[in-house]
Structure formats: C-alpha cells, structure tokens
C-alpha cells in the first residue's frame, strides 16, 4: 500500500512539474514562438509544442514516437506526450483506437515484443494501471519496484525500436494527434470562459 501510494504521490508531483515546467518554457525559453502568436490555433500549435519539448527533453521539436522506460515509476511513457502506463493516460490512446485496431497494429509492427504490450495494452483499457506498468518492466531491465532514475532504467534489446514503428502507424499517430486536440481545446475552453467571466470578452488574449 506504501509503494503504491508513493507511486501515486510521483505522479502528481510529475503532472504539476509539467505545468510549471511549461509554463515557465512559454515565458521564457520558448518566448519568440509565442512572441509570434497572433491567433488562438497559434497559440494552440506553441503551447502544444512547448509541452513536447518538456515531455521529451527535447529542445528542437516533438517527436511521436519517443519512448521513455520506468525511471520514474509510470512504467513506460510513449509519444509525443509521454503518455504514461501507471497514472493510465496511455488508456486513451488505446481507447481512441479500439481493442481490433489496437492488437492489429501491435501485431503488425511488434513481432517480437508484441506479445507483452498486448498484455499491458489490455490492462490498460481494463483501467488495471498497476498491473498494466508492472507488465511493461518485461520489456525493461528495472526490477518490479522500478523507479531507479534514467541511469537506471534500459529497454530491452529490439524493445524501442518496435516500439517506435507502433508509434508512428497512421492509426497511432492520428490518435495521438486528436488526443493532443482534445487536451489543447479542453484548454482553450477554460481559457476562454476565463475571459468572459473576468473581462467580459468574447476570447481570451494571451
């Protein structure tokens, strides 16, 4: 029960890490990009590739098919958005896709490790987070406790190359894309009711 509230508590502090992190990357790191942001879907495109250079440590742009091992207790966190197993954000790829969609591209583009991130793909959509994370340490060199930092975490040999091409299936990267919209009009949805209880105005002004 301590190990899981404790993975649990490294979750949240990750997610409120991301927003800071992002924010401060928009003001300041990455400020002629929204320097140069004169509509609300330019806004949407900085802010969305701000939070992918964050996820990925990446300073040049987002890539959809980056993958991420256990180091910090989520198990393995894939794509453009280092959608995680533990805290189940990866659920809503698979979701998007459909289980079909979901086993035919696993089997299509992982023939050797496909067989493990099928399992831990229906823990997932099961909303079996846990067992979902504690299955993909199969395919990583971290014991089930996991959570050793980057210096201690390796994918198996052939693991992320795999694990790449599954990322990049047209079915897989459309849904990536519209679960990036869907974040980004969740957002601007806020922002704009913001602006018309506080300043009464028809859209928010960044």
């Given at each position: 029960m301590q190990n899981r509230d404790a993975t649990v508590r490294m979750g949240r502090r990750r997610m409120m890490?991301?927003?800071?992190?992002?924010?401060?990357?928009?003001?300041?790191?990455?400020?002629?990009?929204?320097?140069?942001?004169?509509?609300?879907?330019?806004?949407?495109?900085?802010?969305?590739?701000?939070?992918?250079?964050?996820?990925?440590?990446n300073v040049v742009e987002k890539a959809y098919d980056a993958v991420t091992g256990d180091f910090d207790c989520q198990g393995l966190s894939l794509?453009?958005?280092?959608?995680?197993?533990?805290?189940?954000?990866?659920?809503?790829?698979f979701a998007r896709l459909g289980a079909e969609t979901t086993a035919r591209t696993i089997r299509e583009a992982m023939p050797a490790h496909g067989a493990v991130f099928q399992r831990a793909a229906d823990a997932s959509l099961a909303r079996r987070h846990g067992q979902a994370r504690r299955i993909t340490l199969e395919l990583q060199s971290v014991s089930a406790t996991g959570c050793q930092g980057p210096q201690g975490v390796s994918l198996r040999p052939g693991v992320a190359a795999e694990l790449q091409s599954w990322l990049l299936t047209p079915e897989v990267l459309a849904a990536q894309q519209a679960e990036e919209r869907r974040i980004s009009d969740r957002a601007i949805a806020i922002a704009s009711c913001w602006a018309r209880r506080i300043r009464d105005a028809d859209a928010p002004r960044f």
């Amino acid at each position: 029960m301590q190990n899981r509230d404790a993975t649990v508590r490294m979750g949240r502090r990750r997610m409120m890490a991301r927003i800071c992190v992002a924010a401060f990357a928009a003001a300041c790191a990455l400020y002629p990009i929204a320097a140069a942001a004169d509509t609300l879907e330019d806004w949407r495109r900085a802010a969305d590739r701000v939070i992918a250079i964050y996820e990925q440590s990446n300073v040049v742009e987002k890539a959809y098919d980056a993958v991420t091992g256990d180091f910090d207790c989520q198990g393995l966190s894939l794509g453009s958005k280092q959608w995680p197993f533990q805290n189940g954000s990866i659920r809503r790829i698979f979701a998007r896709l459909g289980a079909e969609t979901t086993a035919r591209t696993i089997r299509e583009a992982m023939p050797a490790h496909g067989a493990v991130f099928q399992r831990a793909a229906d823990a997932s959509l099961a909303r079996r987070h846990g067992q979902a994370r504690r299955i993909t340490l199969e395919l990583q060199s971290v014991s089930a406790t996991g959570c050793q930092g980057p210096q201690g975490v390796s994918l198996r040999p052939g693991v992320a190359a795999e694990l790449q091409s599954w990322l990049l299936t047209p079915e897989v990267l459309a849904a990536q894309q519209a679960e990036e919209r869907r974040i980004s009009d969740r957002a601007i949805a806020i922002a704009s009711c913001w602006a018309r209880r506080i300043r009464d105005a028809d859209a928010p002004r960044f």
